[in-house]
């Protein structure tokens, strides 16, 4: 996995032009740049630096401890230990390769490109002090972004299975769940098969899983509560499980509690899940190689507003990988938090999750959160979506 | 916990007469910054500002959908939710309280201190250019360094279980020891007990623990192998556990494996344990406030060198909390890799490992690692400390 990484990443080296790419790190247990996990694989204690070249080198400079483990490892053909310090190590390599570009790890618009700490940036900085090579930092996210994104196929068959697991957990769940069970109840049956299926989550456990009844929930990103899912609420869930290598899902479902005398869900709220559901589709329709994430994110936004329903407060969707949010590229509005996301063009091999929203006063939140891969000329869906509402009946 | 350091925090600002605390994150569950877990308790996925003032004001600046979560958590007083970007939000309140300085995450000495990423460094200089804010940027060091170092009686007493739990596991592994265990097989027995009693790793699986045995084994920061503990071998293992809270052991203690025909190990291997043994209490009757690291460092390196043998590789020791290397200042002499870290003035209620070694050609390495407290006058075990050197007969 490390190694298939570590070639496509000198691969995109060479496409970007970039001669070197360092990544520059200490004590990377407490503080953990995410490039260490896709073209490394381990940690270290003292300073290192990580070096790929666009000619193939791989070359690792690691304080003396830290060595045996990296040999161990055998990602980085030329490991290089130091005792007192990595500068004249550092600076030796650094001439003999003498690089015109110095891809680092800080990126003000991708965070998994910014893993260097301002403060490792003002050593780095102060270690090439003599040097050309202060001046020939570049920023890694073209790198880190390109390589992330671009998913390989073993990368997409878990991804896939993750998927699968996490909509298996939804239909396991769906023939527990009764009206008088609160958020938090639903949220440990949830658990409970999680960890009979031998899995973990894909990110905190404060909100994963997030689940929200009726009409006065929290909304997103808060965790289970004690309020009672009661008939005439719209229940949704967002969960995410972590397989094998790291890699997530991250879906959400609806389900609606039909009161005593429903046999059908009431017309807004029906209207409101089909605006989602086709929403999710016009933009999965529409996402292809080429595009920018601001149109995809206005082919479902301009749907449900069209429908007269209020626009979600967030983007369509984001990247997913070894992260639940992972890859630079998002699907969303040219809003001031998004920086220069909206404006990615799609490429093949990037996974995308779609998960617009609509709120509906009085009942709850509906929601479906899918997840796609682009392939050369549209997507295919990684998981089975959601077409219909599922109901709870109030007498079960 | 978290509201004992918060006030803690609020304390070392006017001691150090600094306005305000500002730790600036994204999508921290991704990249974590560690005073996170100190002062605020959860995580966020947009641009977030966590404020701590001088006169005790503690405010949030949050993504709207991150808000719940940390009303939830409740601690801090004034939470402000944004949509589209925190520019605005960030700007109110800065010029609302116009602080004189603004400490932020960034240091060059001390990784913990160090949170704030590059790329969120830019962002937050572009947030505030054309404000006076820009230029009253300092780094948190000092904050994040005391608050981090002091440890309040409840740090001291989770320290402390957790090397009673760890001392107790080396008592119960001495007991299944016995030569033509390979290094992987004493790692399991370890994690078998720890898992039996309910505790986590301090730190990376891959060593932890860490089993060396023999002449030729790895040195240190390496993972168990398949090399088999036979007589004549010094063997030992370097292992720390987590308790509640987060708190850590980390500690190490020397077995040697006697030839058939010995009843008690070669003299040069009795005078290296010792060696080791003397030097940790030399250098622990020498520790008390107001002592500089690198001169406790020295304390046991001359004992170790003044019997000619060769001087370890590494410092002393270093603090330990909630991450098993915490706090700045370490026990470690004036070499480059160690920066400002030599220099570092012990204070009362550090806690501090004390861990030197002795390589003893032909036969491995004797380390023993103790965990102290810093008192007002001298220092109290927090580990019981190892007096002899432990012995597997070679017929058992």
């Keep these: ?39 490394v694989g381990g940690n270290v204690t003292w300073q290192s630096a990580f070096i790929l070249t666009r000619d193939g080198q791989r070359i690792a400079i690691l304080g003396s401890l830290d060595m045996a ?3 161990t490892l055998g990602h980085y053909t030329e490991i ?34 910014d893993g260097l700490t301002h403060g490792q940036y003002l050593i780095l900085k102060e270690l090439l002090a003599d040097t050309p090579y202060a001046e020939r930092l570049i920023s890694s996210e073209g790198i880190v972004s390109r390589l992330r994104s671009r998913k390989l196929p073993f990368e997409c068959d878990r991804i896939a299975l993750a998927c699968k697991e996490t909509v298996d957990l939804f239909s396991k769940l769906d023939q527990q769940l009764c009206v008088g069970l609160t958020e938090r109840q ?8 999680m960890e009979g299926k031998g899995l973990t989550r ?19 990103h ?9 008939p005439g609420h719209l229940m949704n869930v967002d969960f995410g499980m972590r397989v094998e290598g790291g890699y997530c899902s991250d879906l959400q479902r609806t389900w609606y509690c039909l009161k005593p005398d429903q046999t059908e869900p009431p017309e807004v709220v029906t ?13 999965g329709e529409f996402l292809k190689p080429g595009v920018q994430g601001k149109d995809v994110d206005a082919v479902a936004r301009n749907h449900i507003t069209g429908l007269g329903f209020d626009e979600y407060p967030h983007g369509l969707g984001h990247q997913i990988g070894r992260e639940a949010h992972d890859g630079a590229g998002l699907l969303c509005p040219e809003w001031e938090r998004y920086g220069d996301k909206p404006y990615a063009v799609v490429e093949e091999g990037q996974c995308y999750t779609l998960e617009p929203r609509v709120n509906v006063p009085g009942y709850g939140v509906a929601t479906i959160e899918e997840i796609v891969v682009v392939t050369a000329d ?10 219909k509402l599922m109901l709870i009946k109030s007498d079960t």
């Design 202 to 220: 894909a990110w905190d456990a404060d909100h994963c899983p997030a689940v929200f009844t009726g009409p006065d929930s929290a909304g997103a």
């Design 1 to 39: 996995m490390i190694r298939k990484k570590i070639e496509q990443a000198i691969g995109i080296l060479g496409e970007l032009g970039i001669d070197a790419w360092l990544t520059f790190v200490r004590e990377s247990s407490n503080l953990h740049d995410p490039c260490l996990d896709i073209v």
């Design 378 to 387: 549209g997507v295919r869906y990684l998981s089975e979506p959601q077409t």
């Design 69 to 71: 483990a990296h040999e």
């Design 80 to 113: 290089i230990p130091y005792v007192q310090g990595i500068s004249e190590p550092l600076g030796t390599v650094l001439k003999r390769l003498d690089p015109r570009q110095i891809a680092i790890n800080f990126s003000t618009s991708d965070e998994m490109a």
């Design 222 to 230: 808060a965790g289970p509560t004690d309020r009672v899912m009661a």
């Design 186 to 193: 639903i949220a440990d049956i949830m658990v409970d098969i």
């Design 271 to 283: 209207r409101a899940f089909n605006a989602v559901y086709e929403a999710i589709h016009k933009a």
